[in-house]
């Protein structure tokens, strides 16, 4: 039973995931008139136009990119945990305005009409409740459908970077949705997008973005020593050599948080006022002292 409750964790994450994102949709891009991207973002095009339910058109405009992703990504875990992804959003999507939270008096409704006509506060919302959604889901290991099966084709076929392709997927959408629902609404649909990818990767990834420093010293000893009894942090010496010299140069390199660097700088100014330190961020760390490396 153990070995299947990592698997178990994340279809619940998926399907918790599917619910939030519909919640935003429903809730905040389309009483705003926000596209949000993708798949999602057509299905309300044809939902102006025509009357049809977004979570059916959800669906049904998933089912060609789904064949392309077994096809081109492959795999049946990408296969079983997609399919749950966009069947329960699809499904989340139309069912969730028939629940008593979108009834007159139902707890979305009250937020719907509070922030009617304000579409600064819908697309803050939405960006912050849909990424989420889509943090959840990359946490689970799974995607969201759409343009998140195009995105990686288009990384494994052309090598063009995820981040490039969403890009041109969802911007293409919201360039079509100016047309339709206005030029103030697309741009605030493209703030959305990139405000949910942030509040994503902070969901996948921690808030606990730490510091890591590489110092260049002729002091590796104090310095590291220091280090050690004060900060109480872990310290790697690698072996250096400066290119011009030749001179061989210790290299120091540690993970601190952001509230030890003043302390880390003063440590290496008083031991060593010549010292060439970098230093860089991390957006997770595993290992002792940091979150354990165990489960991940």
Not at 49 to 56: A, E, R
Not at 272 to 288: Q, R, T
Request: neutral net charge; contains cysteine.
């Amino acid at each position: 039973m153990k070995k299947y409750l990592p698997n178990l964790r994340d279809y619940v994450l998926i399907i918790l995931a599917a619910f939030i994102q519909a919640f935003s949709l429903r809730t905040f891009f389309v009483p705003a008139d926000l596209a949000s991207g993708g798949v999602s973002g057509i299905s309300q095009l044809i939902n102006h136009f025509t009357g049809w339910p977004i979570g059916l058109m959800i669906l049904i405009g998933n089912i060609p990119l789904f064949i392309l992703g077994w096809r081109f990504l492959g795999g049946r875990r990408f296969a079983l945990r997609t399919a749950v992804a966009i069947f329960t959003y699809s499904t989340f999507t139309d069912l969730l305005v028939r629940t008593p939270l979108f009834s007159p008096d139902g707890a979305a409704t009250a937020l719907i009409d509070d922030l009617q006509g304000d579409i600064f506060l819908n697309t803050l919302y939405g960006a912050i409740v849909s990424g989420i959604g889509y943090g959840l889901v990359y946490r689970a290991r799974g995607t969201s459908g759409g343009s998140d099966i195009l995105a990686r084709i288009l990384n494994n076929w052309r090598g063009i970077p995820i981040t490039q392709s969403y890009l041109f997927v969802d911007s293409a959408v919201i360039l079509g949705a100016g047309f339709v629902f206005g030029w103030k609404q697309a741009l605030y649909a493209m703030i959305a997008l990139y405000v949910s990818g942030l509040v994503a990767e902070t969901t996948l990834e921690g808030g606990g973005t730490v510091r890591t420093a590489m110092i260049v010293t002729s002091e590796s000893d104090s310095i590291s020593h220091r280090v050690l009894e004060e900060l109480q942090r872990g310290v790697t010496i690698l072996e250096g050599a400066g290119a011009y010299t030749g001179e061989a140069r210790p290299v120091l390199y540690c993970v601190i948080t952001r509230a030890e660097v003043s302390t880390l700088k003063a440590i290496v100014n008083e031991c060593d006022p010549a010292a060439f330190m970098v230093i860089g961020a991390a957006h997770e760390v595993l290992g002792e002292g940091f979150k354990p490396l165990k489960g991940k």
